[in-house]
């Protein structure tokens, strides 16, 4: 069983993009919110605020670093 990151609110994540077709491998947003678990899949996922300002919803076992908020 792997371990999946739950930021907290607030924390710059970068994550492997889903959109296989974009040439831009990965990504960074801000977590606005709390995790969620989908209760059929088992995944987690958080609200995440990119630097376009939109919002998505990320599968965080996508999530390659976390930098919490409190960090510069």
Do not use: C, K
Not at 26 to 33: E, K
Not at 49 to 71: K, Y
């Amino acid at each position: 069983m792997d371990i999946t990151p739950r930021p907290e609110h607030g924390a710059i994540v970068t994550y492997l993009n889903p959109d296989v077709d974009d040439p831009i491998a990965f990504l960074r947003g801000v977590v606005i919110g709390s995790h969620v678990v989908d209760p059929q899949t088992s995944h987690t996922w958080v609200p995440v605020l990119l630097p376009d300002r939109t919002l998505s919803v990320l599968d965080t076992r996508n999530i390659i670093e976390v930098h919490p908020a409190d960090e510069p």
